[in-house]
Structures are given as structure tokens and as C-alpha cells.
């Protein structure tokens, strides 16, 4: 033991304020990945209370409409879990939560596809935004995956005929080996635990990567030309400050 | 969930809208709740599906059964396990993953037979698993279906084919009645008591049990009775009604009048048109196209012309209408204070 003069007293320091680590911790895992992520996403970043001032349109409303469907699909989906799948069969409460879950699922795709298109026609990838647009193409895809082997669980004559006709394509490119949707019980597993996971962890992914870059700024006005300053009143303190960035990316490219 | 209180950046309006696309945000802000939005949006949603579920409630078809199939349509039953028998039905010569390949090369994606690469991983002999192996239990308490059992099986297998062609041929004049099926006299060797048997076990519902029994207690895998019942027209035929074939564009529709996978779209929509209605090759040239469909989908950012596309067409101006409005109204002569990329609480 030593002498109680000899300890040091590391100097007062909140790591988790803006993610530094305490002296002499800067190689531990821990403290790298929490200075990553506070450097990353500070918090205000990661859940702000203000956006820009372009923010004002409802197009911006299908993401987090996207957002609150998958939500109502999970609860619906656990209550269904806890019952059993053939609770829903059986009784008319099973058959009203069976049915949230169902409407829910549509109004998912239809503000999903809703969110998609008015990201297309806003060039949402531009600005070094394209990893955000492929989250968002592989959450979708993932998520008629998760529709699909939901429909196959339904055990009704709709999961019969749409497993007996899926089949073919599945097994046209060989996917039918590994995933067969004759088989209930895999397809059931499927479809409430691992593909609800990829949706989750995409969508999570996919939010992290909007507050890390922010939302798209408007492509140039109509018939202005950004980097000329066509038709903008520009400050004379401004142009130094905003370079001529618009050019290599004319057509959309992601920069 | 945006409120007014529109406060000015470190750029004005102008100003910041010229700035690269990679560049934070500089200019105006306003106030905009996320939390607030989210929640008002789960409980949207709830409203809505709660609202349609009560008045719409969701389709629940009860699922075929082979007894219902065997009772209602025993000509197409019979027909359908002779052919499971003899080896000539869809599933005995399907292939992969169900069964070694018996005629053909199967299907393609271009000179790529992936359909065959994969192998046997599902394997179904419908010979053994969906008459004889049945049978076999039944011929237990049965010693006439046991003798002609045993005798088909003794026999090679030109005989065996040879009985059910005949007697495949001889359905055509066949009368069913609760003792069975009774055709005109003819070769059929030991076939006629053990189609008897199979439709008599049918009927009962022995025949669904016995397809589903797995080696252990528990099963969930209904891939051998789907497979009996999609080779034959019974089951297809109830789809047709239902709207759900593949001409109806049957993967996207649900049974009823209710929404179905209205997303798959565009993959049904190729087996409407030529060539992948007609083509051998449909499924894999289906599954070919939507892949590089979606590749192009996941790479839009990246591809020349694609990616210029929503510059070409107004809908963003539609979308930041008001943006452009402020845009054009902000006061000439704008001077923006200097520049300082603080991060902006505003």
C-alpha cells in the first residue's frame, strides 16, 4: 500500500461533455468509441430543436409518418407474439389486433414509397448523403422481405397459394435451398425476429446518418445558377467563404 | 413539428443557399420539435390502423386441406397422386431444391444455371413420401392393401409404370363413390386398391397428418403437403376464384376485396409480359431483372443521367416553394454578417 501522499488526483475532467477521455485513458476501446460517437453526433446534432429554415414542407412528414407506422407494426406484432400465431384465428380480439397490424403494414409502404419518391425528386443523396439514400433502398427492400414472410405466416389459403407460387422464383436462383417459404416455421422465425432486427437496425442506422449530415438544402432556385450567383444578391463578405462547389456536382452527384 | 420562430443565421438566406451541399447549415432556422413530431405521428398511425381495422377488419381464407381436396374433388385427387406416384407430376420433376434433376437443365440467368448449383436441400421423393410411405401405415390394419402394396413394389419398374399409365388413362371413364373409385376392367395391376386406399385416407384426414408427421413430435414444415396440393387443379382453381393467379397479377392481391402486397408491384408486373410470360426461363429472368432493377435503385446517386433526373423535373420546386419565395423576396443588397461556423444554437 502505498503512502496516501503519492496518489494523484487525476484533474477534474467530464468525459462525457464533449467526449474527451481523462488523461492517460486515450487508447482505452471505450473511451475512443465515445469520443467517436460525441464528436460524431454531439447532442445537439443528434436530437436538435431547430432546422433550417427550408424545413417547412410535408414532404417531410412521410419519413417519420414511415417512422410511426413501423412503430404501430412492432406493437401490434408483439401483442400478436405473446398470443401465439393462432391466437388470431380464433378470436375476434386476436382478429382486431391481427388487423392493426395488417393496416398498419400498408400505411407503412405508403408512406414509405411517399418518403422514397420526394427523396428522389429532392436529390436527397446530394452532399455526401449517399450512404442515407442506401440505407433508406435497403430498409425498403428488407422490409418487403419482412412483409412477405408475414403473409406466408398468415396460415390461412393467401399464405398457401402465395408460398406455393413464391417457390418458383425462389428456387429459379437458388434461394429456394436455404429459404423455403413452404416452411411455416422457418418463415415465421423469419419474419418476427430476424428480419424486424435488419429493418430496425437499417432505420437506426438510416436516422443516425440524416442527424450526422442534417437534411438536404434545397437544389438551386429555378432558373438561377448557384455557383455564378446568377440572379442571388450576394454579400461581399460572403463569396470568398462559399466556393464554387455547385459545378462538379450539376447533375446531382454526391459530394 | 415546425413552429414559426424563425431565427437569422450567421448567413442570410442567400447566402447560405449557396453554400456546397456538404456545408452545415448556416442560415435561418426555425423551431422544430422531433420528439414532439414522432409521437404526434405514432399516434396517427394508431388512429388510422385502429379506424380501418374496425371498419375493414383482415381477410382470413381458411387454409385448403387435402381431406377437403379429396372429398370435393376426388377425380382431380386421384389423377394428381397417380402422377405423384409414377414420377410425372410438377414436384417429381421439379429439380432442385426438391429432387435431383429428371428431365431438363432447369432455369437460367443467363448461361448461369444457379437453379442447379444449389442442389437438393429440400429433398421430396413423391413416390415414397406422398403414396407409399402413407400407405404403408394404412396396410397395417389393412392385409389387401398390404398384398398390393407388396406386389407394386415387387414389380420393376416398366411394370410400375406401365399400371399407372394405364390406369391414369383409364380416369378419364372412373366414377367415385364413398367406396372409392371404380373404373372400366383394364390392366391396372395392384394400382386400383391403393388409390382406393389413398383417397379412403384422404378423406379422413389421415393423408394431412401423415404428410405433416416429421421424425419428431413437433412439426412446422408443410413443405410436402403444399407440394401435394399445388400439383394438382384444386388449388388453383380456388385461386382463380380468389383473383389470385398469376395472370390476375396473384402475388400482389390478397383474398377478397383487401390491399395486398401492392409494393411487389413491378415483379408481378413482368409475368404479365412477354418475354417472361412465355419464357421457360420466366422466373429467373424475372428474378434477373428486378435485381439489376434494384441495384440501379441503390445506385441512383451514382449513375450519370439517372441522378440528374429530379434537376429535369419541377416536382423540388413544387416541395421548397416556399423556400424559393423567401428566396426571391429576400432584400436586395443583403450583407451577411462574417462569417463564424461556431455550431449555431440560434
Given at each position: ?38 464528436r ?14 427550408y424545413?417547412?414542407?410535408w ?43 395488417l ?49 406466408l405466416s398468415q ?31 422457418q ?15 437499417l ?20 432558373g ?21 462547389a455547385?459545378t462538379?456536382?450539376?447533375?446531382g452527384?454526391?459530394? | ?72 374433388d ?7 397422386a ?8 410438377a ?25 442447379r ?9 413423391t ?116 383473383h ?7 402475388m ?53 443521367g ?28 443583403t ?12
Amino acid at each position: 500500500m502505498s503512502d496516501v501522499t503519492d496518489i494523484t488526483v487525476p484533474p477534474a475532467a467530464d468525459p462525457l461533455a464533449d467526449g474527451t477521455p481523462a488523461p492517460g485513458d486515450e487508447r482505452m476501446w471505450s473511451a475512443r468509441l465515445r469520443g467517436a460517437a460525441v464528436r460524431g453526433l454531439p447532442p445537439g446534432k443528434l436530437l436538435p430543436d431547430r432546422q433550417p429554415s427550408y424545413v417547412a414542407s410535408w414532404v417531410y412528414v412521410f419519413g417519420v409518418l414511415t417512422l410511426g407506422a413501423f412503430t404501430i407494426i412492432c406493437l401490434s406484432g408483439v401483442v400478436l407474439i405473446l398470443k401465439g400465431p393462432s391466437w388470431w384465428h380464433e378470436s375476434s380480439t386476436g382478429l382486431f389486433f391481427n388487423s392493426i397490424h395488417l393496416w398498419s403494414v400498408e400505411l407503412f409502404f405508403f408512406f414509405m414509397v411517399l418518403h422514397l419518391w420526394g427523396k428522389f425528386f429532392m436529390a436527397s443523396w446530394r452532399g455526401n448523403r449517399a450512404l442515407t439514400w442506401m440505407t433508406g433502398v435497403v430498409a425498403f427492400l428488407v422490409s418487403v422481405g419482412t412483409a412477405f414472410t408475414g403473409y406466408l405466416s398468415q396460415q390461412n389459403f393467401d399464405s398457401q397459394w402465395i408460398g406455393t407460387q413464391a417457390k418458383d422464383g425462389l428456387n429459379s436462383v437458388g434461394v429456394g435451398s436455404f429459404f423455403n417459404v413452404l416452411n411455416f416455421g422457418q418463415m415465421l422465425l423469419w419474419h418476427v425476429l430476424l428480419l424486424p432486427l435488419g429493418v430496425a437496425a437499417l432505420v437506426g442506422l438510416h436516422l443516425l446518418l440524416v442527424r450526422r449530415r442534417g437534411v438536404v438544402r434545397p437544389l438551386p432556385a429555378p432558373g438561377r445558377a448557384r455557383h455564378r450567383g446568377v440572379g442571388l444578391q450576394v454579400s461581399s463578405a460572403a463569396p470568398a467563404a462559399a466556393p464554387a462547389a455547385e459545378t462538379p456536382a450539376a447533375d446531382g452527384a454526391d459530394r | 413539428m415546425s413552429g414559426a420562430a424563425e431565427r437569422p443565421g450567421s448567413d442570410s438566406l442567400a447566402v447560405a443557399s449557396r453554400r456546397p451541399d456538404a456545408e452545415p447549415w448556416h442560415g435561418p432556422t426555425i423551431r422544430y420539435d422531433l420528439v414532439k413530431e414522432y409521437v404526434v405521428a405514432v399516434v396517427a398511425v394508431a388512429v388510422l390502423a385502429v379506424a380501418l381495422s374496425v371498419v375493414l377488419s383482415s381477410p382470413d381464407v381458411r387454409p385448403l386441406t387435402i381431406r377437403q381436396w379429396a372429398q370435393s374433388d376426388p377425380a382431380d385427387f386421384v389423377a394428381t397422386a397417380v402422377t405423384e406416384l409414377n414420377g410425372s407430376s410438377a414436384t417429381a420433376t421439379y429439380g432442385p431444391p426438391y429432387n435431383a434433376w429428371a428431365a431438363g437443365e432447369g432455369q437460367k440467368l443467363g448461361p448461369l444455371g444457379i437453379e442447379r448449383w444449389a442442389g437438393v436441400h429440400v429433398p421430396v421423393d413423391t413416390s415414397v413420401d406422398f403414396v407409399l410411405s402413407p400407405l404403408g401405415v394404412a396396410a397395417q390394419s389393412d392385409p389387401a392393401l398390404r398384398s398390393a402394396l407388396n406386389r407394386y413394389t415387387a414389380a420393376s419398374a416398366v411394370q410400375q409404370q406401365a399400371w399407372t399409365t394405364a390406369y391414369g388413362n383409364g380416369l378419364a371413364h372412373a366414377s367415385f363413390g364413398d367406396g372409392g373409385v371404380t373404373l372400366r376392367p383394364g390392366r391396372y395391376g395392384p394400382v386400383p386398391p391403393m388409390m382406393t386406399g389413398l383417397l379412403g385416407m384422404a378423406r379422413t384426414g389421415s393423408l394431412d397428418a401423415d404428410l405433416l408427421a416429421s421424425p419428431q413430435f413437433y412439426g412446422t414444415d408443410y413443405t410436402k403437403p403444399l407440394l401435394f396440393l399445388a400439383d394438382g387443379s384444386f388449388m388453383a382453381n380456388q385461386a382463380q376464384a380468389q383473383h389470385l393467379s398469376g395472370s390476375q397479377w396473384g402475388m400482389m392481391n390478397e383474398t377478397g376485396n383487401y390491399p395486398g402486397q401492392a409494393w411487389l408491384w413491378l415483379y408481378t408486373m413482368w409475368y404479365q409480359v412477354k418475354p417472361f410470360s412465355t419464357s421457360s426461363n420466366g422466373d429467373a429472368l424475372v428474378w434477373g431483372t428486378m435485381m439489376l432493377l434494384t441495384l440501379g435503385l441503390l445506385l441512383v446517386p451514382f449513375i450519370p443521367g439517372v441522378r440528374s433526373i429530379p434537376r429535369l423535373v419541377p416536382v423540388y420546386r413544387l416541395i421548397w416553394r416556399d423556400h424559393y419565395r423567401r428566396l426571391a423576396a429576400e432584400p436586395a443588397g443583403t450583407v451577411a454578417p462574417p462569417v463564424s461556423h461556431q455550431p449555431q444554437r440560434a
